[in-house]
């Protein structure tokens, strides 16, 4: 893959000096050593750089903690079609085969078209270096859904290359949907930057031959209680990964009270440990972190107290490779004041839907080497967690924890607070439950006067062709108009409308998801070919803050404090 580069030079590699020298201050000084077993596979061509960071895709978390979501989870309420509805949908008639459909001519005024260009890359960033890797778009349909006076739209069609660089020959002036795939972006620029930034370096390669086994061996582990965490980071390579201990992918997971790791081993090339080979000729070096789980005024919270700091060494596709050692202490020397006003977050959930549930909340702390003004890092590094289903406000005083990266990183604190509504497809006698959250991240830490407050609020009063969105809704047609109000608390940037496709697989309900819609605006009609006659659909509309960002010209980037709150329909059928 074409890579633009900015030069990086080795000495501009990212290590981590700091972390050594903080480290001796306290722990076990183990020893360590890496081996590899077995013979070496051919070096893996890098992934391609197609993963979106979270808040770009309908994923509603972020997935290096995924892991550490759901047990606050409670039962949200069921939203079905009345028997006259689901009748009304099942009479739908059948949609003809869609037809070739050549280039339409626009209806607009000569002289007022225009070529439409941009790019689509990921812009990796190691300390003051950044490296611009363009994503492939030579296969990838690019268009653009121009309005025209008959209240629809005509389809251009563009050309995308593998630099990166994509470009829509006659599009008229004004307003129009750029289309990527399934993701529209409502913009009137002659330049779009679909670009996301990233902190590590952007050569990474991952294990394609499984098993391809990363194991442990490790003494001086703070003694196992069931809620403690292991996080696996490697800060060259940008990864931070909450390991999740219960997946098939971790063997010898430590047990309650264990003191050692043995045999702790990780399938780098399995479903649900995603994140690069270690390789020491790239400057690479892997952390093993513990968090311990203490309680503070009756509350169990997790904070990093341990760490395991791994020798040099290079791992290869299909090859094993051992590490032996001891943890580390990591000196206390940091405090949180765990002060959030989450009743006011709580609140959202009447224009979240009127029917849903509130569900787990999620507070975490992080470290990561961007400026703010890069918004949200596509990985970051934990040093404090509390996850609850309680509700009302907290203020659990100053938590210490251990932050054993450099002092010039920054460190923001995110919160989600969930709430759930489940969906019952016509045919399905089990409901899918959907999660979304009121989510908001900040370098403001909260103090004692000054706690974790709300951003922004949920949109107001969302309507389909002029009818209450949150209530079910049959015979939109298919091409509807979705409209809602901004939020009472702001500023917001934008919106995000994602269409669900709400299906029966056998007897259960699933949702996938159809299409994205982003926009300034507050209302959107939908393009012909997102909703089909006889199927039923679910939408989320949700209101984004992301301060100076443009959304219109750079759909994908962020700044902090950012924010989203998610509202969710009631089941909808053209």
Same mark, same amino acid.
């Given at each position: 893959?074409?890579?633009?580069?900015?030069?990086?030079?080795?000495?501009?590699? +990212?290590?981590?000096?700091?972390?050594?020298?903080?480290?001796?201050?306290?722990?076990? =000084?183990?020893?360590?050593?890496?081996?590899?077993?077995?013979? &070496?596979?051919?070096?893996?061509?890098?992934?391609?750089?197609?993963?979106?960071?979270?808040?770009? @895709?309908d994923t509603p978390i972020?997935?290096?903690?995924?892991?550490?979501?759901?047990?606050?989870?409670? &039962?949200?309420?069921?939203?079905?079609?009345?028997?006259? #509805?689901?009748?009304?949908?099942?009479?739908?008639?059948?949609?003809?085969?869609?037809?070739?459909?050549?280039?339409?001519?626009?209806?607009? /005024?000569?002289?007022?078209?225009?070529?439409?260009?941009?790019?689509?890359s990921v812009s990796y960033?190691?300390?003051?270096?950044?490296?611009?890797?363009?994503?492939? /778009?030579?296969?990838?349909?690019?268009?653009?859904?121009? &309005?025209?006076?008959?209240?629809?739209?005509?389809?251009?069609?563009?050309?995308?290359?593998?630099?990166?660089?994509?470009?829509?020959?006659?599009?008229?002036?004004?307003?129009?949907?750029?289309?990527?795939?399934?993701?529209?972006? !409502?913009?009137?620029?002659?330049?779009?930057? !679909?670009?996301?930034? #990233?902190?590590?370096?952007?050569?990474?390669?991952?294990?394609?031959?499984?098993?391809?086994?990363?194991?442990?061996?490790?003494?001086?582990?703070?003694?196992?209680?069931?809620?403690?965490?292991?996080?696996?980071?490697?800060?060259?390579?940008?990864?931070?990964?909450?390991?999740?201990?219960?997946?098939?992918?971790? @063997?010898?997971?430590?047990?309650?009270?264990?003191?050692?790791?043995?045999?702790?081993?990780?399938?780098?090339?399995?479903?649900? /440990?995603?994140?690069?080979?270690?390789?020491?000729?790239?400057?690479?070096?892997?952390?093993?972190?513990?968090?311990?789980?203490?309680?503070?005024?009756?509350?169990?919270?997790?904070?990093?107290?341990?760490?395991?700091?791994?020798?040099?060494?290079?791992?290869?596709? %299909?090859?094993?490779?051992?590490?032996?050692? %001891?943890?580390?202490?990591?000196? #206390?020397?940091?405090?949180?004041?765990?002060?959030?006003?989450?009743?006011?977050?709580?609140?959202?959930?009447?224009?979240?839907?009127?029917?849903?549930?509130?569900?787990?909340?999620? +507070?975490?702390?992080?470290?990561?080497?961007?400026?703010?003004?890069?918004?949200?890092?596509?990985?970051?590094? #934990?040093?404090?967690?509390?996850?609850?289903?309680?509700?009302?406000?907290?203020?659990?005083?100053?938590?210490?924890?251990?932050?054993?990266?450099?002092?010039?990183?920054?460190?923001?604190?995110?919160?989600?607070?969930?709430?759930?509504?489940?969906?019952?497809?016509?045919?399905?006698?089990?409901?899918?439950? /959907?999660?979304?959250?009121?989510? =908001?991240?900040?370098?403001?830490?909260?103090?004692?006067?000054?706690?974790?407050?709300?951003?922004?609020?949920?949109? =107001?009063?969302?309507?389909?062709?002029?009818?209450?969105?949150?209530?079910? =809704?049959?015979?939109?047609?298919?091409?509807?108009?979705?409209?809602?109000?901004?939020?009472? +608390?702001? &500023?917001?940037?934008?919106?995000?409308?994602?269409?669900?496709q709400l299906s029966a697989?056998?007897?259960?309900?699933?949702?996938?998801?159809?299409?994205?819609?982003?926009?300034?605006?507050?209302?959107?009609?939908?393009?012909?070919?997102?909703?089909?006659?006889?199927?039923?659909?679910?939408?989320?509309?949700?209101?984004?803050?992301?301060?100076?960002?443009? +959304?219109?010209?750079?759909?994908?980037?962020?700044?902090?404090?950012?924010?989203?709150?998610?509202?969710?329909?009631?089941?909808?059928?053209?």
């Amino acid at each position: 893959m074409p890579q633009l580069r900015r030069s990086i030079p080795p000495s501009a590699l +990212l290590l981590l000096p700091a972390l050594s020298l903080l480290l001796a201050c306290g722990g076990g =000084q183990g020893s360590s050593t890496a081996v590899a077993a077995g013979t &070496p596979a051919p070096a893996p061509a890098p992934r391609p750089a197609d993963r979106e960071p979270f808040w770009a @895709t309908d994923t509603p978390i972020r997935p290096e903690v995924a892991s550490l979501f759901g047990a606050a989870r409670r &039962p949200a309420p069921v939203v079905a079609l009345s028997a006259a #509805q689901a009748a009304e949908v099942a009479e739908a008639p059948t949609p003809a085969p869609a037809s070739a459909d050549p280039r339409p001519a626009v209806q607009t /005024l000569a002289g007022q078209l225009r070529i439409v260009v941009g790019l689509r890359s990921v812009s990796y960033h190691q300390d003051s270096t950044t490296t611009l890797l363009p994503l492939h /778009l030579s296969s990838l349909p690019i268009q653009a859904l121009v &309005p025209n006076s008959s209240g629809g739209y005509d389809l251009l069609t563009g050309e995308g290359h593998d630099d990166g660089t994509f470009s829509i020959s006659g599009v008229p002036e004004g307003y129009y949907w750029l289309r990527f795939g399934s993701t529209y972006v !409502w913009t009137s620029a002659s330049y779009v930057d !679909w670009s996301t930034d #990233q902190f590590g370096r952007s050569d990474a390669a991952y294990a394609g031959t499984s098993p391809t086994a990363l194991s442990f061996s490790l003494t001086d582990l703070a003694p196992w209680q069931g809620t403690d965490e292991l996080v696996y980071d490697a800060p060259n390579e940008g990864t931070a990964f909450s390991l999740p201990l219960g997946s098939a992918d971790i @063997t010898n997971a430590p047990s309650v009270g264990a003191t050692a790791l043995a045999g702790f081993s990780l399938n780098l090339a399995g479903n649900d /440990l995603f994140f690069p080979l270690p390789d020491a000729t790239k400057g690479d070096q892997v952390y093993l972190d513990q968090l311990t789980t203490r309680t503070a005024s009756g509350e169990a919270y997790r904070a990093l107290a341990r760490t395991y700091v791994a020798p040099a060494f290079t791992m290869t596709d %299909g090859t094993a490779s051992n590490l032996s050692g %001891g943890f580390l202490d990591v000196p #206390q020397a940091a405090a949180l004041r765990l002060n959030w006003h989450r009743s006011a977050f709580q609140a959202f959930a009447p224009g979240v839907h009127p029917s849903a549930a509130v569900a787990g909340s999620y +507070l975490f702390t992080y470290a990561y080497p961007l400026p703010s003004t890069y918004g949200l890092p596509f990985n970051a590094f #934990q040093l404090l967690d509390y996850t609850s289903a309680g509700t009302g406000d907290v203020d659990l005083g100053d938590l210490p924890y251990g932050n054993p990266f450099p002092a010039a990183w920054s460190v923001a604190v995110e919160s989600y607070q969930g709430f759930t509504l489940s969906y019952l497809a016509p045919g399905a006698t089990t409901p899918v439950t /959907l999660t979304r959250y009121a989510y =908001q991240a900040s370098t403001s830490l909260p103090t004692a006067a000054a706690p974790v407050t709300p951003l922004l609020g949920p949109i =107001q009063a969302p309507k389909i062709n002029g009818k209450d969105l949150f209530a079910n =809704q049959v015979s939109v047609g298919t091409t509807p108009t979705l409209s809602w109000g901004a939020p009472a +608390l702001g &500023p917001v940037s934008g919106y995000v409308v994602t269409c669900y496709q709400l299906s029966a697989s056998g007897t259960a309900s699933t949702l996938q998801n159809v299409a994205r819609f982003r926009t300034r605006t507050t209302s959107i009609k939908l393009p012909s070919g997102v909703l089909n006659p006889g199927s039923t659909y679910v939408f989320t509309v949700a209101a984004i803050r992301a301060n100076g960002v443009d +959304l219109a010209s750079t759909p994908f980037r962020t700044a902090l404090p950012y924010a989203f709150v998610t509202s969710m329909s009631g089941i909808v059928a053209p």
